[in-house]
């Protein structure tokens, strides 16, 4: 019994040792090496209907994203004097219930982003990373309390810019070296 035990335990440790190196964290940036500042201009908002501050949320949220990820990467509002700029457009917003309590209403919301993300290097006048279709799909949950529903979407736009700026960086970052030039 205490073989099939150990070999089990051995058997365990070899499968959990061997999927450590399916998560890597980014240790480095995608970004070309002569890249020291990043501009993060303003994003724009094309979506139907009127959210508050939306594209200013979004544009911090992904400014302080590459600051956190970008190992020593300034980031700046304006073009001027920048070796990059991070352009984006919020092409579409929508929320949409997913689970309903028992009185019916929507508990939990599914919010879809669709945007369109550019990165260009400014020095070398080059498109590093270029998705006009960029879709964000994540879920929040509101409270059963349908008076608390306007307390509480302000707090959601927050974490939805902030894992929607996640999602945006990881996705510059990891897609950089993907792209390779026509000769």
């Given amino acids: 019994m205490k073989f ?41 908002f094309e979506a139907k209907g009127l959210r508050y501050r939306v594209e200013s949320r979004f544009t911090e949220a992904v400014s302080k994203e590459i600051i956190r990820r970008g190992r ?16 984006g457009t919020i092409r579409d917003f929508n929320f949409s219930g997913v689970l309903l ?7 939990v919301y599914e919010v879809t982003i669709t945007a369109a993300v550019t990165v260009r290097d400014l020095k070398a006048n080059q498109i590093l990373y270029d998705n006009q279709n960029f879709i964000f799909r994540d879920s929040f949950e509101f409270s059963s309390d349908p008076r608390s529903f306007f ?16 999602s945006v960086v990881s996705t510059i970052v990891n897609g950089l070296g993907v792209k390779e030039e026509k000769k």
């Fill in 4 to 44: 099939i035990r150990l070999i089990f335990i051995v058997i365990t440790l070899a499968f959990v040792s061997g999927f450590t190196e399916c998560y890597k964290p980014v240790t480095n940036s995608g970004l070309p090496k002569e890249i020291k500042t990043v501009a993060v201009p303003a994003f724009q």
């Fill in 72 to 87: 020593g990467l300034k980031v700046q509002g304006t073009r001027d004097n920048a070796d990059a700029v991070v352009e």
């Fill in 151 to 166: 307390n509480e979407e302000d707090p959601a736009v927050e974490r939805m810019s902030r894992a929607f700026a996640e």
């Fill in 101 to 107: 309590d028992r009185e019916g209403r929507a508990r």
